[in-house]
């Protein structure tokens, strides 16, 4: 019995190709997709679960509220608060503290800066269970001098030697010797470092005091508590636990601090405070990529329905014969599934394969590691049956009861005809189809046309033809008279035009974060980012100064000034910027005098909001910590670079050179809202070609049941563009009703997604009307080939029968 419906099956969708065809490749793309957008969907979605007790791992984070209400979020602690916890509170099983620590990194010729280097105490591979393939951290890193690497930093520093053993230095001042090797950090962990250090070094360093300041946020500190733990009552104690051993100090400064936690799994798609650790990803854009990738494979299903309920007509005639030599109703059924299992069967195999070949793209399009394959994940393999069973389930069942139903004798008289449910449910998915593909194309245009809108604003400073370079890593007592020595050897270049030193250049979020500000007389402390600087700041990044003026050597008193932008005066309660300027400013207990008001510019992209920034000279800059920057003259930019790079390590030898280009390393702030852009371009594309696919096949068997009826209008006169009109108006009809759906859904989640940024663009009527136009032209293109393929046929072939 199954090898005659196997056998019955493979003849009829044989000899029904076409359709056949586009069924099956419609359900492959519509599946691959959806398969591509839930890997990357899991990927964002299984950040730091590979650990174990993940579930109860939590990282303690610091809020600071001032008198007026203004809270600074931070993704660390303060250094003093995990000592307390862990000798306090006995639902904690583990405390770990970890301190990121920027700096120069040598061993021989090899130096470079490492930016995922850490100071570590040994509890923290007990909170985190990180693999080492050599040495034991939980006794090395109690003592001073000790440190383990990743692999690939093994290999990057000492080749194929044993690393074990060996000695590099930090900064050219303290050596640490390898007490082993860890695996590298997996891509799915919010936190990546390749270098641990002591912690006992972390207080030579800073000395003893580091551990008792609550003014330090440095500390990274992770919590593990004990299995059946309440953490509403453990927030409640750590409550009183910090008004126990701050209160009088918060009483004192007028401040309120905070300390939230976080379970690490949630980390990397909710936390975007100050001091994270990476950019990190973003919870409502993998919510909606997840809604995509189900519309998708929807619309896929859809497809098939539409066919299949449209070529019922030409198949009631089989099921009236089996019918009438003897075929039960539930033979019949199980014929036509069959039919639907191989097709389904078919298009999971491809899609597999399509999937395959596309994970290289999106690899490169989203940055989840090429080698981070799906196939080991058994989520893959329930999504992949999942997808065939409710495939054939939601794709089979309407079709197949429909046709199973028909009365033989009616149907061998002919007198089944297209019936109005059938229709209506063909519509009702045409409609549906087409408002997805408009909803999809209308959002990847608002999502280009806002970064387009974000790159085309004034920024308040130029990016061009900026070279910034990381200041180096020295503390010598000479560094003073070695940049005075440099500044002037790189300026007798005539095509470097000026050099400047601070601690952030534009493009990078401000870390020095300072309360305890205000203007002389209001007693009302703010928080404030500050920027170290020296005198060529203004004119090298072209800010503007709109009362006052800059910094200049002729007033030695302004060793003691500010300058203030747009936002800081008005966070100052001062009435307007010429107010400002000359009045005085308590800064932690000094007396600072604000010399000029600069106008606002975007630190970081049109994306975020204006912050209060507090200028002050720091020409050497903040602890020799920050950057260089140059204006180059646009001619022989590359040996320009190459003159800055000798003079840099003839004056600051050991040093690396790490350096980019302001207007690149700015623009990579977009990234994040141009993958958006891409993805939502890229299935848009893929949603509109299976909506396309089904159209074509849908109106293609239109036009086969239609044949004569265009064939008598032919003859007798009709024009093309009439038979076209007449085709056609039924389908533009539902494009006009998908497209007044979309409208509405389309005006709310584009508003929705807007309120992320500080500077937003008008919603135009282009957004709206060039989607419409895009399905409109593929529809019309699609209907308009099989109509005039029909036309072109001699008259006489049709209805020659007649």
Not at 112 to 127: G, L
Not at 178 to 194: C, M, Q, R, T, Y
Not at 422 to 441: E, H, P, S
Request: contains cysteine; aromatic residues 14%; charged residues 20%.
């Amino acid at each position: 019995m199954l090898k005659n419906y196997l056998q019955s099956a493979l003849r009829n969708l044989i000899k029904t190709r076409q359709y056949t065809i586009i069924n099956i490749l419609g359900l492959t793309i519509g599946m691959a997709a959806c398969l591509l957008i839930l890997h990357y969907v899991y990927f964002e979605r299984s950040y730091d679960k590979f650990f174990d007790n993940n579930d109860r791992i939590y990282r303690l984070r610091y809020e600071r509220t001032s008198e007026t209400g203004e809270t600074v979020h931070f993704s660390s602690c303060c250094p003093p608060l995990g000592l307390r916890i862990r000798n306090s509170m006995p639902d904690v099983e583990k405390v770990g503290r970890i301190w990121r620590y920027i700096a120069s990194v040598s061993y021989q010729e090899n130096k470079f800066i490492e930016e995922r280097m850490f100071f570590a105490e040994p509890e923290f591979f007990e909170v985190f269970n990180y693999k080492f393939i050599s040495g034991k951290p939980l006794t090395a890193l109690k003592e001073p001098g000790h440190a383990f690497i990743s692999q690939s930093t093994a290999k990057k520093y000492f080749g194929n030697e044993n690393p074990v053993g060996k000695s590099f230095s930090v900064d050219k001042k303290t050596e640490y010797q390898v007490s082993g090797v860890f695996e590298d950090i997996p891509h799915n962990a919010h936190l990546k470092f390749d270098i641990i250090l002591s912690w006992a070094n972390l207080i030579n360093i800073y000395g003893p005091d580091i551990e008792e300041s609550w003014g330090d946020t440095g500390a990274y500190t992770y919590l593990l508590f004990k299995e059946g733990t309440n953490i509403k009552s453990f927030e409640e104690r750590l409550k009183e636990l910090v008004n126990k051993e701050i209160g009088d100090i918060m009483k004192e400064y007028k401040l309120k601090f905070d300390f939230p936690i976080q379970k690490a799994t949630d980390i990397h798609l909710t936390s975007h405070y100050q001091q994270e650790i990476e950019v990190n990803g973003d919870k409502d854009t993998v919510s909606f990529l997840y809604m995509i990738a189900i519309l998708i494979i929807v619309i896929a299903w859809a497809n098939y329905i539409n066919l299949s309920t449209a070529r019922s007509l030409t198949r009631a005639k089989e099921v009236g014969l089996r019918k009438v030599v003897g075929a039960t109703r539930i033979r019949i059924i199980w014929q036509f599934f069959v039919e639907i299992i191989i097709i389904n069967l078919i298009s999971v195999a491809l899609s597999w394969l399509l999937t395959e070949l596309f994970m290289s793209i999106l690899s490169n399009l989203t940055g989840i590691p090429a080698d981070y394959s799906i196939w080991k994940f058994t989520w893959f393999w329930v999504a992949l049956s999942a997808m065939f069973i409710i495939g054939v389930l939601i794709s089979g069942i309407y079709p197949v009861i429909a046709l199973s139903s028909y009365r033989p004798i009616s149907v061998l008289k002919g007198k089944i005809g297209n019936s109005p449910k059938g229709i209506n449910l063909r519509k009702v998915l045409v409609v549906f189809q087409f408002t997805m593909a408009l909803i999809l194309l209308t959002f990847t245009f608002a999502v280009f046309r806002q970064i387009k809108f974000m790159k085309n604003q004034d920024l308040g400073f130029t990016t061009k033809q900026i070279l910034a370079v990381r200041a180096p890593r020295v503390r010598e007592k000479t560094f003073k008279s070695q940049i005075s020595s440099f500044r002037q050897e790189v300026l007798k270049n005539p095509k470097i035009e000026k050099f400047c030193i601070l601690t952030e250049t534009p493009g990078k979020q401000i870390y020095w974060d300072a309360g305890g500000i205000h203007a002389v007389g209001s007693n009302v402390d703010k928080n404030y980012q500050i920027v170290g600087v020296d005198y060529d700041f203004v004119n090298l990044f072209q800010t503007k100064i709109i009362e006052g003026r800059n910094f200049s050597k002729e007033f030695p008193s302004d060793t003691m000034g500010l300058i203030l932008n747009e936002t800081a005066v008005k966070w100052m309660d001062f009435p307007n910027a010429s107010s400002a300027v000359g009045k005085q400013v308590s800064y932690w207990g000094e007396i600072f005098t604000v010399v000029g008001v600069m106008k606002d510019y975007h630190q970081q992209s049109p994306k975020v909001v204006f912050e209060p920034h507090i200028y002050r000279l720091q020409p050497y800059g903040r602890g020799v910590r920050g950057f260089f920057a140059f204006k180059l003259n646009t001619s022989d930019i590359q040996n320009s670079v190459k003159r800055i790079q000798e003079e840099y390590n003839n004056f600051f030898p050991g040093n690396p050179f790490e350096f980019y280009f302001l207007d690149d390393y700015y623009n990579k702030q977009y990234k994040s809202d141009e993958l958006i852009g891409k993805v939502f371009g890229s299935f848009s594309f893929l949603a509109i070609l299976v909506t396309a696919m089904g159209i074509l096949g849908l109106f293609s068997f239109m036009v086969i049941q239609r044949t004569k009826e265009i064939s008598v209008r032919s003859v007798l006169g009709a024009s093309t563009s009439k038979i076209l009109y007449l085709f056609g108006k039924d389908f533009l009809w539902l494009i006009i009703i998908s497209f007044i759906i979309a409208i509405p859904i389309c005006i709310y989640g584009i508003n929705e997604w807007l309120k992320s940024f500080a500077v937003r663009m008008d919603l135009t009527l282009w957004i709206f009307i060039l989607p419409l136009i895009i399905v409109l032209f593929i529809t019309s293109f699609t209907i308009g080939s099989q109509v005039i393929k029909a036309i072109k046929v001699n008259p006489s072939e049709n209805l020659k029968y007649e």
